[in-house]
């Protein structure tokens, strides 16, 4: 089971009142490294979403 902190800041991107979520802030609210997010993007275990703002 996730930690109650960690499901927050989840919920924060994807219920962020802005359609788009830069990845730098989302891996902050993860509290991850770039390290981290970028393994998780090349693995496929995060997806990026083109909107009209950016990846």
Same mark, same amino acid.
């Given at each position: 089971?996730?930690?109650? =902190? /960690?499901?927050?800041?989840? *919920?924060?991107?994807?219920?962020?009142?802005?359609?788009?979520?830069? +990845?730098?802030?989302?891996? =902050? /609210?993860?509290?991850?490294? *770039?390290?981290?997010?970028?393994?998780?993007?090349?693995?496929?275990? +995060?997806?990026?979403?083109?909107?009209?703002?950016?990846?």
């Amino acid at each position: 089971m996730l930690e109650p =902190a /960690l499901i927050d800041r989840i *919920r924060h991107i994807f219920l962020h009142p802005r359609p788009h979520v830069s +990845i730098s802030s989302a891996t =902050a /609210l993860l509290g991850w490294s *770039r390290a981290k997010m970028k393994d998780a993007i090349a693995t496929g275990e +995060i997806v990026l979403m083109e909107t009209p703002l950016g990846k």
